[in-house]
């Protein structure tokens, strides 16, 4: 098993195993070059499936991929789809939000996501339970 199947495979057993009120918080860190720091997506609610939120938005957005503010406004875009007018469940910031799941690192120069080509990482199949469990 590769180390990105690890760590999917990490989150979805502490997902099955967590038992909190107060959310599932992670970050999305995009690095967009050298000069600048990263910025960050934060979610309140949505570790547990943010590879696959991640996934969607660099499928929808792949003519962007040479365009890093695009590709960075496409991910926001697809994290927030649903709640896009709520108050509270997703911010932005130069700094690392509450980070409770590891941070997903995109790299948005060298079209990685946690040192995957976002090729290869958008054909990943979302983790899923084995039907033996």
Same mark, same amino acid.
């Given at each position: 098993?590769? $180390?990105? *199947?690890?760590?999917? /495979?990490?989150? &979805?057993? /502490?997902? *099955?195993?967590? $038992?909190?009120?107060?959310?599932?918080? =992670?970050?999305?860190?995009?690095?967009? $070059? #050298?000069?600048?720091?990263? %910025?960050?997506? @934060? &979610?309140?609610?949505?570790?547990?499936?943010? #590879? +696959? &939120?991640?996934?969607?938005?660099?499928? =929808?957005?792949? !003519?962007?991929? +040479? +365009?890093?503010?695009?590709?960075?406004?496409?991910?926001?875009?697809?994290?927030?789809?649903?709640?896009?007018? +709520?108050?509270?469940? @997703?911010?932005? *910031?130069?700094?690392?939000?509450?980070? #409770?799941?590891?941070? %997903?690192?995109? $790299? /948005?120069?060298? =079209? &990685?996501?946690?040192?995957?080509?976002?090729? !290869?990482?958008?054909?990943?199949?979302?983790? #899923?339970?084995?039907?033996?469990?």
């Amino acid at each position: 098993m590769g $180390d990105w *199947a690890k760590s999917a /495979l990490v989150l &979805t057993l /502490l997902e *099955a195993n967590y $038992d909190n009120d107060m959310g599932m918080r =992670r970050n999305v860190a995009l690095k967009f $070059d #050298e000069e600048y720091n990263a %910025i960050y997506f @934060y &979610t309140h609610w949505g570790a547990a499936t943010l #590879e +696959d &939120t991640l996934r969607n938005a660099l499928k =929808r957005g792949r !003519e962007r991929w +040479d +365009d890093p503010p695009y590709l960075a406004r496409i991910i926001f875009s697809e994290m927030i789809q649903d709640e896009v007018m +709520d108050t509270l469940g @997703y911010g932005i *910031a130069p700094y690392v939000m509450d980070d #409770e799941f590891p941070t %997903i690192a995109v $790299d /948005l120069r060298q =079209r &990685t996501v946690n040192g995957v080509p976002f090729q !290869e990482f958008t054909t990943f199949a979302p983790c #899923e339970p084995s039907a033996s469990e």
